[in-house]
């Protein structure tokens, strides 16, 4: 009886890391869920394709960079996508441009030299700018399922309170999945049709004009340079093969494969990064985790994906994205020291916040800390 009690404590450390993994797992989906069904039911993709193609690329990334890197729709392009109505086949091919010019910054290391430009109070800034429009979205989830968000973030308040015992998300998903399974409605099991398709080149050109350039800034402050500097911040010596290469050939690699069988663009986010970390996931683990979660939702159910994801509480979604947009708008304090970083970091915040552009926020960033340094060289100059 001893011996019995004593290989069961044995094994519980293994069950209470398991029990982390999985709750880092699911720490994201407040985003991928949401783009997920407005891609789907209003602008027409292949279900099959879009949760195959963002399981694959979650599993292959934990496997390269041995940490959990997030799959998220690219934002600017879905947002675009989705008010406009563009149709899916013309949004795919602009991901296999997207694809085409990550791989041109990975290749050349234009991806390095660039990324050089960018100082650390504009990737703040950047960090901190996504965070408060994190809050924003969480918002707006939460206001359609009230109710359930105030029960889901007393759990998650809860949770924190004993952080070391529990793994927030677990009690969370348990109440989601609960809740969800009233609303789900199956009407056929198996996956739906892939085909691989290759685009018609005005198609190309359409969806580089109306998607991808409004995007390319944008992936590179926050997709590129700023997961880079969160990936270091919260996993240190784990995420030594996160660099300012590795990143955009990664998400080329999937963005041209998931365009030619009809996904969706995609790319990894330092939002996504940090919800992945806050919520548990400290390894690569997690990432194979929710990427066969995804895999079986794809090939098991297919037909009924939209109605199982749509199913999931929007209030609990909202919750999970309040906490994270917390969690990443605190990145800031590490300048908290440097007035004028700080300055730098809440205009470039600021800006991209209130013009609902973070691109443009960047960019005033850089603006305002090439002008101080500037100033500051010539009354130097002038001493």
Known sequence: MRDSLDKTKQ???????????????????????????????????NPTALFLMAG?????????????????????????????????????????????????????????????????????????????????????????????????????????????????????????IALSLKEIKMTSLGPVAVSITLPEPWQLWIGFTTLVLPQIALTFGNAIVATEATGKLLYGKRAEKLNLKSIPMSMSIANIVSGIIGGVPMCHGCGGLTAHHKFGSTNERSGYIIGFTLIALALLFGHAALSIISAFPKGILGILLFYVGIQHSLFVRNIRSDKAALFIAFSTAVSGFVLNNLTIGFLIGLGIHYFLLSMMKTLNALK
Request: hydrophobic share 60%; with cysteine; net charge positive.
């Open 11 to 45: 094994k519980f450390p293994h069950l209470k890391s398991a029990l982390w993994d999985v709750s880092g797992a699911f720490g994201d989906i407040g985003v991928l869920f949401p783009l997920a069904i407005a891609l789907i039911a209003k602008n027409g993709f």
């Open 56 to 176: 694959i690329f979650y599993i292959a990334s934990a496997y390269y960079f041995k940490i959990t890197m997030p799959v998220q729709p690219l934002k600017a392009m879905s947002a675009i996508a989705i008010a406009s109505g563009i149709n899916s086949s013309t949004i795919s091919s602009a991901g296999i441009v997207m694809g085409a010019i990550l791989a041109v910054i990975a290749f050349t290391g234009l991806g390095v030299r660039i990324g050089r430009i960018f100082p650390v109070s504009v990737i703040r800034g950047i960090q901190l700018g996504l965070g408060i429009m994190l809050i924003k979205a969480s918002a707006v989830l939460s206001g359609d399922d009230i109710f359930i968000a105030i029960v889901a973030g007393i759990v998650l308040i809860s949770c924190l309170w004993a952080i070391k015992k529990v793994p927030p998300l677990i009690p969370i998903m348990i109440l989601g």
